[in-house]
């Protein structure tokens, strides 16, 4: 795994992947996605980031880069 990867490329690899279908979804075709284990989703971008105390509160806070204004 390429830990340097972002955070909007990581979630990008797990919509598209057919075994993260419980974690995240899409929810609209206008790149608008829901996630459906936010906790494990973190634990995972956690992992990928070698930061093993990754939680969603820290994971949100993150993604309010990407919202659009």
Not at 14 to 41: H, R, Y
Not at 56 to 64: E, G, I, T, V
Request: charged letters at 30%; hydrophobic letters at 40%; aromatic letters at 14%.
């Amino acid at each position: 795994m390429d830990p340097s990867v972002t955070l909007w490329q990581f979630l990008l690899q797990l919509l598209e992947e057919k075994q993260s279908e419980d974690l995240i979804t899409w929810t609209s075709n206008l790149g608008e996605f829901k996630l459906l284990d936010a906790e494990k989703v973190a634990r995972l971008w956690g992992l990928r980031k070698n930061k093993t105390n990754m939680n969603y509160d820290k994971l949100s806070r993150a993604l309010r880069y990407y919202y659009d204004k």
